[in-house]
């Protein structure tokens, strides 16, 4: 399809695409959306930002404008689950924009806001329920919610409420629901699990797998800082208050962490806005919103609170710890490059995370160029051993520098990198950043050999 006018949907649901602004459909909304208006089920892969919500969003609108009674008290016509109520508020946001000259409801039923408007808004039924597995479960377990009269359910996201421990929440909701029904599952990774639910959930799938014409993850700017642990956070400071940064995404490992560098970006009179669990729905909301808005330049996330955040403008992601899972690095950093922009990628690599370094490196098929540059004041540790090191005058002049990025593929000698990657910190012991880094960058450089051979 070239338009959204050869889908068939109704005029009212095109009209409120048009005022979005879309003029052609994404290539999952090209595979997606004639499959659910078949009435078939549908096994998505697909990552965020590849416009895969209006891709389930509009069909499901175009089949309940065809009902001509309202939703029943306390009913549902299709079921949206989501992972984080960041997601389901998104998702939400666009059904009434998609729908806007349309007559469809939707409730939001998400966990950390007080349940009497949502068992208000369900009491008088909504064509379109989006919530979170376990206020859901809430709200059918008190009958505020029935869900024998859904048609269709929708698990976007599968793979991370797989990892959120949703598993049994989803098979008890979807036992609920009527045998005669669509299921459609979403997911940005195919997993084992991922794979087995689909098995059992869905009835013979149109399977369809999108990777989008230009990847974002192309168009961002990705490099490494290698790092002491004690540095880190005023080389953040550092590097926020040298770049033009629009707007800038910081990722932390944990809550506290989170807070922690909030706490010294304000300090250093950077002004941030801290999201994670157990911040309140209210501050969560109020931290978004300044963000969208432009009054919030930093905000500082944790990655569960991170999900489902959609800001086109989003210059910047660092990571100031690294994640655990290499998938994870793919979610944080398509928070940049969005709408078609690009964007900016700086991970902070200390000595104990160089294994996290090379998982994602492995996952995304390439190695990330190092930064080499001077952080608040402190000289990274590369570019203090090239100056020192006699031996090495030709990486050494480059490296001095300061600003240059040294990418794994075109290091100049790379066989200098041996002699480093042995090199122990004579004061600890310890292996110094820049030796486990090179170590690295000597494996990546291997491995494009390879390729290239
Ligand atoms: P999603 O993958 O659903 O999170 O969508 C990512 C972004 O793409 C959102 O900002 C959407 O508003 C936007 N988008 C979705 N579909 C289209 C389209 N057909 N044309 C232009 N932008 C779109």
Same mark, same amino acid.
């Not at 998400?110 to 859901?136: E, H, S």
């Not at 409420?161 to 989803?170: E, K, W």
């Given at each position: ?26 290539? #999952?909304?090209?595979?997606?959306? &004639? ?17 895969? !919500?209006?891709?389930?969003?509009? &069909? ?81 377990? !008190? ?24 598993? &049994? ?17 979403? %997911? ?10 689909? !098995?059992?959930?869905? !009835?013979?799938?149109?399977? #369809? ?17 290698? #790092?002491?642990?004690?540095? /880190? ?10 770049? /033009?940064?629009?707007?800038? #995404? ?42 969208? /808005?432009? %009054? ?96 090495? &005058? ?9 600003? /240059? ?49």
């Amino acid at each position: 399809m070239r338009n959204f006018t050869d889908f068939g949907l109704a005029d009212a649901i095109l009209r409120g695409v048009s005022a979005e602004g879309y003029t052609t459909p994404t290539p #999952i909304q090209n595979e997606v959306i &004639p499959a659910i208006l078949a009435r078939q089920d549908v096994l998505g892969i697909a990552q965020t930002g590849t416009g895969k !919500t209006a891709a389930f969003v509009l &069909p499901l609108l175009h089949d309940h404008i065809s009902e001509t009674a309202r939703p029943q008290a306390k009913h549902c016509r299709s079921l949206i689950l989501t992972p984080t109520r960041e997601l389901a508020s998104q998702i939400a946001a666009n059904i009434r924009a998609y729908g806007q000259f349309t007559k469809i409801s939707v409730a939001e039923i998400v966990g950390g806001v007080k349940p009497g408007p949502q068992i208000r808004a369900l009491n008088i039924g909504a064509d379109i329920v989006v919530a979170t597995p376990g206020r859901l479960e809430d709200h059918v377990r !008190t009958g505020a919610l029935k869900l024998d009269h859904v048609k269709a359910i929708v698990l976007d996201e599968a793979d991370q409420m797989l990892d959120l421990g949703f598993a &049994p929440a989803i098979r008890r909701i979807i036992s609920k629901l009527p045998a005669k029904r669509q299921t459609i599952l979403l %997911s940005a990774t195919m997993p084992k699990q991922i794979h087995k639910l689909a !098995t059992d959930l869905l !009835t013979r799938p149109v399977e #369809i797998s999108v990777t989008p014409e230009s990847r974002p993850i192309e168009r961002i700017e990705q490099s490494v800082l290698a #790092i002491e642990i004690a540095a /880190k956070r005023d080389a953040l400071v550092s590097y926020l208050s040298e770049n /033009k940064v629009e707007r800038a #995404i910081v990722f932390t490992r944990t809550k506290r962490g989170a807070d922690k560098v909030k706490k010294y970006l304000d300090g250093a009179g950077l002004k941030s806005e801290a999201i994670h669990g157990n911040k309140s729905q209210g501050q969560r909301e109020r931290a978004l919103n300044g963000f969208r /808005k432009g %009054s919030t330049k930093i905000l500082v996330a944790t990655d569960i609170a991170a999900r489902g955040i959609d800001v086109d403008d989003v210059s910047h992601v660092i990571n100031f710890d690294l994640p655990q899972v290499a998938e994870v690095y793919v979610h944080r950093i398509g928070r940049t490059a969005r709408a078609g922009k690009s964007g900016v990628a700086l991970t902070l690599c200390t000595p104990p995370e160089h294994g996290l370094l090379k998982a994602i490196e492995k996952l995304i098929g390439t190695s990330i160029k190092i930064e080499d540059r001077t952080v608040g004041g402190l000289l990274h540790a590369a570019a203090a051993h090239a100056a020192s090191d006699a031996a090495a &005058p030709k990486a050494a002049k480059g490296r001095r520098g300061g600003h /240059k990025h040294v990418n794994a593929r075109q290091t100049p000698n790379n066989k200098n990198n041996k002699t480093k990657a042995k090199r122990r910190d004579f004061r600890s012991g310890e292996e110094t950043p820049s030796a486990g880094l090179d170590r690295i960058l000597q494996k990546s450089y291997k491995r494009s050999s390879v390729r290239a051979a």
